[in-house]
């Protein structure tokens, strides 16, 4: 290399710089990428940035699969009951989110109820004002339908918050529709009123719940009944039956029924328990229940209960005895004085002959009386009972004991005799009686299947957060860094490569005198050539075309060569 002579560069002509126009079209913007990334600054930051996208992804992708589902805590509330709520949950370490849609508050599945029984410790949320508070915010001047339609909204609200006072309702919200009293009408419509109740999951409204809920709302607004009040669950069930009479009476018997036979199978049940042991037997009753109205009026007199209730009357006597009558005395034995006779019409008086003696006259005594008599009366009313039981029917079925024995019939008609008693047992009205000992079937509970078990979902999640982060790290990242390091090779054998052809160049000047070939070289036919020999070859000729072009290029690779191992690459 101490043989080579260094030449002046040769002058090259001057370029004027323009100002290049940025191309924002699509080819343009993939070639301004492409040579950013060609850069060596770019290149050498690359496996940093790969390693940090990896991190940023894959803690993207835990935290979004290894999430617990979220609940909604609430919905629907005002903007300022929200605040309060979001602030009550910061302060305790809750963490929750914000639905930008809906509006609604939700927080983790396993942090919902510790949130709920939180919030209700503060009593929060408020919900919507009371009566008192709007009745006191009233402002001034008021008009009078003003005042009449904050009244009714107070109304409501109170017999709101009364209804969700039940266990089953979770909110509740109450309408009236109530016309206001007029003098310039003479008829009104009757009030009404409608209820919407939301209902706690799986739990049910009884129809003397809802009866008792109609009743209490009619009774808070004047002039309404309960059969104007109608009650809506949220899946738009109607509950009051109003107008359905016939269906309440069917619903109201099925109900008692169902009450008598729970309640004879309830003490079947705590009489055999001790003797036979819980599982060794299985009651059923059916009470045919007779509903008939039935109500008869008798009304009898006895014959021997009468009595005198009113009397009057008199009695007369007329003529004289025949003999000696009357009070012993003189006065009494006189005769009579002798009496004026007149003749009849159209008939002869024969007169007395005096002396002669007077027959005596027959003595008759009349009566005249008016009686009333009172007689016995007797009135009985009967009246059946609603719901009376017709017949019972009641079947026992006995497991065989566990030694395979079946059991004797005095066992069993000791059983019968019991059950006959515990149930009140009455042949006349065609009760009946089966019992039975058999062996019983095996029941095997059916086990809840391993994908529907409550820890699946927790090691799904994390397993699908881990799937995710091995693909990022193994289908991105290790690809990423496997390109980089053969990157990284690219420029040593650059360097190798061009150190030879210095090499070879420097070879070619020492044996310019031997050759004498002075055909064209280029560079690029250099750098194209398909094998070693070929490019010797070349670069001999090169040396010989232009020995001073060849020099500037040997001193161009080795102050490169130097640059590098300054920089220590």
């Known amino acids: 290399m101490s043989d080579l002579v260094t030449l002046p560069p040769e002058p090259s002509a001057p370029r004027s710089i323009q100002p290049r126009r940025a191309d924002w079209s699509p080819a343009g913007i ?4 492409r040579q950013f990334t060609a850069q060596p600054a770019f290149a050498k930051a690359m496996p940093a940035i790969a390693v940090a996208s990896l991190i940023g992804m894959s803690a993207l992708a835990w935290s979004a699969f290894s999430q617990p589902p979220q609940r909604d805590l609430f919905a629907g509330l005002a903007d300022g009951d929200k605040a309060v709520v979001a602030d009550a949950l910061r302060s305790a370490g809750v963490d929750y989110t914000l639905d930008n849609k809906s509006g609604a508050l939700s927080v983790s599945e396993a942090d919902y109820h510790e949130a709920r029984m939180l919030l209700a410790s503060q009593g929060l949320p408020k919900g919507a004002p009371d009566s008192e508070s709007m009745i006191s915010n009233m402002p001034m001047g008021a008009s009078r339908a003003v005042e009449d339609q904050r009244l009714r909204a107070a109304r409501e609200a109170d017999l709101a918050r009364t209804i969700e006072e039940m266990d089953a309702v979770k909110s509740a919200r109450v309408h009236l529709a109530v016309e206001q009293p007029s003098v310039f009408l003479r008829d009104r419509s009757a009030p009404a009123a409608s209820v919407m109740l939301q209902l706690q999951n799986g739990r049910s409204l009884s129809d003397g719940q809802v009866h008792a809920m109609a009743y209490l709302v009619a009774s808070s607004v004047p002039g309404l009944s309960p059969e104007g009040v109608s009650v809506v ?3 738009g069930r109607l509950l009051s039956r109003n107008g359905d009479a016939s269906s309440a009476a069917s619903d109201r018997q099925i109900d008692i029924q169902q009450r008598m036979e729970k309640r004879y199978v309830e003490s079947l049940n705590a009489l055999l328990t001790p003797m036979l042991g819980a599982g060794n037997f299985t009651t059923e009753v059916h009470a045919d229940v007779d509903f008939a109205e039935v109500q008869a009026t008798r009304e009898s007199y006895p014959q021997d209960t009468s009595a005198v209730r009113e009397e009057r009357g008199a009695w007369t006597k007329d003529g004289e005895p025949v003999g000696a009558s009357g009070i012993p005395g003189a006065i009494s034995n006189q005769a009579p004085t002798a009496s004026q006779v007149q003749a009849a019409p159209g008939a002869s008086l024969t007169l007395p002959v005096a002396g002669a003696p007077v027959p005596p006259t027959p003595a008759r005594t009349t009566e ?11 009135v009985s009313v009967t009246k059946q009972p609603v719901g009376s039981i017709k017949r019972l029917s009641v079947a026992v079925a006995l497991r065989d004991p566990a030694t395979g024995k079946p059991r004797s019939k005095a066992e069993i008609a000791a059983v019968d005799a019991l059950v006959k008693g515990a149930v009140g047992f009455d042949q006349a009205r065609g009760d009946q009686i089966a019992i039975s000992s058999r062996k019983f079937a095996d029941v095997t509970e ?10 699946i979902a927790m090691v799904a999640r994390n397993v699908t957060a881990l799937l995710v982060v091995i693909l990022l790290v193994f289908g991105i990242g290790r690809p990423m860094l496997k390109r980089r390091a053969a990157a990284g090779q690219a420029p040593g054998a650059g360097k190798a490569s061009k150190a030879a052809l210095g090499g070879e160049i420097a070879s070619a000047l020492a044996d310019r005198a031997r050759t004498g070939n002075d055909s064209e070289v280029t560079i690029d036919m ?7 020999t070929a490019r010797a070859d070349l670069i001999r000729n090169f040396v010989r075309q232009d020995p001073a072009r060849a020099a500037l290029v040997v001193r161009d690779l080795i102050q490169a060569d130097s640059r590098s191992n300054a920089r220590g690459d």
């Open 368 to 378: 005249n009386y008016n009686r009333t008599f009172e007689l016995g009366r007797e």
């Open 30 to 33: 993939l070639s301004q990428a």
């Open 446 to 455: 059916e086990a809840v299947p391993w994908w529907q078990q409550d820890w």
């Open 233 to 235: 669950d949220q899946t």
């Open 526 to 532: 250099i750098e194209a050539a398909p094998g070693y």
